[in-house]
């Protein structure tokens, strides 16, 4: 079992960052993708971001590429997505999820391949 909690959510202008931080605990957590979703009232759960086992692949939804980048550190069990330049398309909650096996590349922006998920934390953005 592996449990995830998000942190850094909050109240931002347009053009300001927020870094979301996602701590995991439970089962070995440095082998396993970590992913970003979003949902904004109304609407579905999208891909945000990916991040594979060694950081070495690390896909993003277009509307957040140049603006968004996430990152992990294995040793503390953590991974962070800096956001940037944000925009009130952004305003969401955004969750952070795990996958708990390996996955193929095609799976990386698939939100049912997630089998770990956050409670979510509330981002807005004002215009």
């Known amino acids: 079992q592996v449990q995830l909690a998000e942190s850094g959510g909050g109240l931002v202008q347009a053009g300001g960052s927020l870094r979301l931080s996602c701590a995991a605990s439970?089962?070995?957590?440095?082998?396993?993708?970590m992913g970003w979703f979003r949902q904004a009232p109304g609407k579905e759960r999208e891909f945000v971001a990916a991040i594979s086992w060694n950081s070495g692949y690390t896909p993003y939804a277009d509307s957040v590429k140049g603006r968004f980048t996430i990152s992990r550190d294995n040793a503390k069990n953590t991974a962070n997505l800096q956001m940037n330049n944000l925009k009130p398309e952004d305003t969401a909650v955004y969750y952070c999820?795990?996958?708990?096996?390996?996955?193929?590349?095609?799976?990386?922006?698939?939100?049912?391949?997630?089998?770990?998920w956050g409670q979510g934390t509330q981002v807005t953005v004002s215009s």
């Open positions: 999820a795990t996958s708990g096996r390996a996955f193929l590349v095609s799976e990386f922006k698939t939100l049912s391949a997630y089998a770990y």
């Open positions: 439970g089962r070995t957590f440095s082998t396993y993708v």
